[in-house]
């Protein structure tokens, strides 16, 4: 399924007509070029949250921003990324988490949880 496809699908409305809450999670360090690509997305779409939608700029640390995505309380969560998997620059690919530790995150530091245990964490605490 492309990503475009699975973005459809995700943001149809549910059996009950309600549109799902979805959580958009920036992450990426502004400062190092391209790896900012997740807080932009996050910047562009700020102007949309609303009842259903909450959008995040994570920066560097996603793992800071469990507490106000659970509260929010979403059907899904989608991270935007910027990542080593073999595409062209600027091509998207959509993973799930299970897949995330197949790219390379040469942002991650030391003291930086990697995106794959933010996503575990958030599925323990709220089914998403």
Known sequence: ???????????????DGQLP????????????????????VARRLAALAGASLQVVDAGHAPENCLGPIVRFGPDAILFVDAACGGLAPGELTWLRPDEADTVSYTHLRAHETVLDLVCRLLLEKKKC
């Open 21 to 40: 809450r979805v959580a958009v999670v920036g992450v990426g360090q502004r400062l190092r070029g391209d790896d900012g690509a997740g807080p932009a």
């Open 1 to 15: 399924m492309t990503w475009k496809r699975s973005l459809r699908r995700l943001l149809s409305p549910r059996a």
